[in-house]
């Protein structure tokens, strides 16, 4: 139970780390040396994290465990149309529309997980849930320009992002598969279909052929950065969906972009102002109470399940005393039987 728990808090801390390093990393590349080509640069960050976990797998740090091909195929592919449609919506879209569609995630993932997995969220984590998304909606909500391409592309962005994180959860559970594994299975179709479709939608974003840009030494060098980083995001990802939830998959990625704001200030001098402040600080509240509600909650569960344990022992041990003493119970009725008997059909 401890191991568990230190093992999710690393997974955690991992992801946080990771994902704020590489947008730090990815701003210098855009915003400074102006490689405004986003949806390629991801295909590249797949095709690097493959090639990492095959020299991983050739020095035996994880075992390859094939599944269910088709699954796999469909859900890499998914998950590169989800990138691919959540650039777009930011593309077609206003920043503050944009935001509010990332804030969209949760509760359609609550949704979507209630409709179809009978999974039940109760009211305390609602109410956190909805002080969380009220804080970083503050926080990062500006303006709201409404198009209807856009609003399409958005609405779309977070059906496919919410199945493809669902699936990773699922996916993981279902076939007994760890986070690695899936990874380096499923990294090679997003990485294809990234890679087939970005050149194309980034020239649409930018008006910009990304294999005619300037690439520098400069630019190589944050290029190979950024790829190297996306290895532990990618794998962090996946570690952190399998081991806890889409949901708080999502809320982490909130938490992130409340830290990337407060590093924009400090480290970048980014513009920010007392509704930034309000806004974080409202959000981390909202972290707490549902780090809090689902610690007590799966305390509870714990609880439950060891209680469980005895009763089913002694349940055990009952049928053990009967058939020792030559009798069996079936539907309720105790039937006699000789002690060499062998009949299955009364000790079933």
């Not at 990393?25 to 915003?31: E, G, P, T, Y």
């Not at 879209?93 to 609550?110: D, E, H, R, W």
């Not at 399409?152 to 594994?181: D, P």
Request: proline share 3%; hydrophobic share 50%.
């Amino acid at each position: 139970m401890g191991e568990s728990r230190l093992g999710t808090v690393g997974a955690l801390s991992l992801s946080v780390v990771s994902s704020v390093s590489i947008v730090i990393c990815n701003k210098a590349l855009i915003s400074t040396l102006g490689f405004t080509f986003a949806t390629t640069l991801t295909s590249w960050h797949l095709l690097v994290t493959f090639c990492s976990l095959h020299v991983a797998l050739w020095m035996k740090l994880f075992e390859h465990k094939p599944f269910d091909p088709r699954a796999v195929m469909g859900f890499g592919i998914l998950n590169g149309i989800s990138i691919g449609l959540l650039n777009l919506s930011l593309g077609f879209n206003s920043v503050g529309f944009y935001q509010m569609t990332k804030l969209a995630i949760i509760p359609c993932t609550v949704l979507l997980e209630t409709l179809f997995f009978r999974k039940r969220f109760s009211r305390s984590i609602q109410l956190s849930l909805t002080v969380l998304l009220f804080g970083v909606g503050i926080a990062t909500v500006t303006d709201l320009q409404l198009n209807i391409l856009g609003s399409v592309l958005s609405l779309l962005a977070v059906f496919t992002t919410c199945i493809a994180q669902i699936m990773t959860n699922t996916i993981q559970k279902r076939f007994k598969v760890s986070s690695t594994q899936l990874l380096y299975q499923s990294s090679p179709y997003q990485a294809l279909t990234l890679f087939i479709i970005g050149p194309f939608l980034d020239g649409l974003l930018t008006n910009q052929n990304v294999f005619a840009f300037n690439y520098t030494p400069l630019v190589l060098v944050f290029i190979v950065l950024s790829c190297l980083i996306s290895v532990s995001v990618n794998f962090s990802t996946f570690l952190v969906i399998g081991k806890t939830s889409p949901v708080t998959y999502q809320v982490l990625g909130h938490l992130k972009t409340c830290l990337i704001l407060a590093f924009g200030y400090v480290l970048l001098h980014d513009p920010f102002s007392w509704r930034n402040i309000v806004g974080i600080l409202i959000a981390i509240v909202g972290m707490i109470l549902y780090s809090y509600f689902c610690l007590i909650e799966n305390q509870q569960k714990a609880a439950e399940a060891s209680a469980q344990l005895p009763q089913v022992k002694e349940t055990e041990s009952d049928h053990l005393l009967n058939v020792e003493k030559g009798t069996s119970i079936a539907d309720g009725v105790v039937l006699k039987a000789p002690v060499w008997s062998s009949n299955k059909d009364l000790e079933a």
